[in-house]
């Protein structure tokens, strides 16, 4: 069946370093692929998606190419900040079947100053 | 516009007691999806809804639990009796369109924090 596999956190930045949190899918057609981000003490919101291969996503500075080779969406940020402190989700939703939107189990970041 | 409300915000109860928690939707979504997160399981979807009829609810843990959605708007999610381990943050989403759109973002509202003593 299809899954998201996320990068286990929690990681622990320094402000303005690089990001990586890795996400790998496993699917039976073609979905579209999402970040979400939760603050603390909020609900889940969409950072960005990608909705076919080679696409890549982008918000807030956050990047993420849709891989169709390497079954991979990873998310990316050039230099992170303070506020960007967050759990972080990689999701997928395929295009057949009613329950079809996958969560991994979300990575959370801790940008210290 | 307002975004998903869910309240209350904390609910604290005892063991076997009833516990409703409530959703309100984005104006003009048409489905509804609840979801609980815990530190051992992350996050579980327990049912959706499409225009009001429960299209899966083969995540709900046990006929404890029980959602209605009894206009286009507003949604309830009841557990009776409450057990400790539903301590949890519930959450509500909803998404636009007919249907479940494959591409579509769910919006989702700041969570209910449950604990059952």
């Known amino acids: 069946g299809d899954s998201v596999t996320q990068m286990e956190g929690p990681v622990t930045l320094s402000e303005e370093a690089f990001l990586t949190i890795n996400c790998t899918y496993t699917?039976?057609?073609?979905?579209?692929l999402f970040w979400y981000v939760q603050y603390p003490g909020e609900g889940l919101q969409l950072l960005l998606k990608a909705t076919k291969a080679d696409d890549k996503g982008s918000n807030k500075g956050f990047e993420a190419t849709y891989r169709k080779e390497t079954t991979s969406f990873h998310l990316e940020k050039g230099s992170v900040q303070v506020s960007d402190s967050a759990v972080y989700f990689c999701?997928?939703?395929?295009?057949?079947?009613?329950?079809?939107?996958?969560f991994g189990t979300g990575t959370r970041l801790t940008v210290i100053p | 516009d307002a975004g998903v409300i869910q309240s209350p915000r904390h609910e604290v109860t005892e063991m076997g007691q009833e516990v409703t928690l409530r959703c309100k939707l984005i104006?003009?979504?048409?489905?509804l999806f609840w979801y609980r997160q815990t530190m051992m399981r992350g996050l579980e979807l327990l049912i959706y809804?499409?225009?009001?009829?429960?299209?899966?609810d083969s995540g709900m843990p046990e006929d404890r639990f029980s959602a209605k959605m009894p206009n286009a708007s507003f949604s309830t999610l009841k557990i009776q009796p409450s057990e400790p381990r539903d301590s949890a943050v519930y959450f509500c989403?909803?998404?636009?369109?007919?249907?479940?759109?494959?591409?579509?973002?769910?919006?989702f509202g700041n969570g209910t924090r449950l604990t059952v003593t």
């Open positions: 999701a997928l939703s395929d295009r057949g079947g009613a329950n079809n939107l996958f």
């Open positions: 809804f499409n225009n009001n009829v429960p299209i899966d």
């Open positions: 699917a039976t057609g073609y979905p579209s």
């Open positions: 104006s003009g979504h048409n489905s």
């Open positions: 989403a909803s998404s636009p369109g007919q249907g479940r759109s494959y591409n579509s973002p769910l919006h």
